[in-house]
């Protein structure tokens, strides 16, 4: 079962800004870490509960629990 991704808003209204190219990679990647939080090829982050993925020239910083990512 995937997770719900949930945006913050600032995130959000960055992702809208973003060509269409780059949005798709990253719903694609999301996609990914929904269904498999920690192997999507993501690292934890030290200092910080939370994980790290890379897309391109871009870092997706994000937190899971049971039900959303």
């Given at each position: 079962?995937?997770?719900?991704?949930?945006?913050?808003?600032?995130?959000?209204?960055?992702?809208?800004?973003?060509?269409?190219?780059?949005?798709?990679?990253?719903?694609?990647?999301?996609?990914?870490?929904?269904?498999h939080?920690?192997e999507?090829?993501?690292?934890?982050?030290?200092?910080?509960?939370?994980?790290?993925?890379?897309?391109?020239?871009?870092?997706?910083i994000?937190?899971?629990?049971?039900?959303?990512?």
């Amino acid at each position: 079962m995937a997770l719900e991704v949930v945006l913050d808003r600032e995130a959000a209204r960055y992702f809208e800004r973003l060509d269409r190219t780059t949005q798709e990679r990253i719903a694609s990647k999301l996609d990914a870490l929904a269904k498999h939080p920690t192997e999507a090829g993501s690292k934890p982050l030290q200092g910080y509960q939370g994980r790290a993925a890379r897309i391109g020239g871009l870092r997706l910083i994000y937190r899971f629990d049971d039900t959303r990512l």
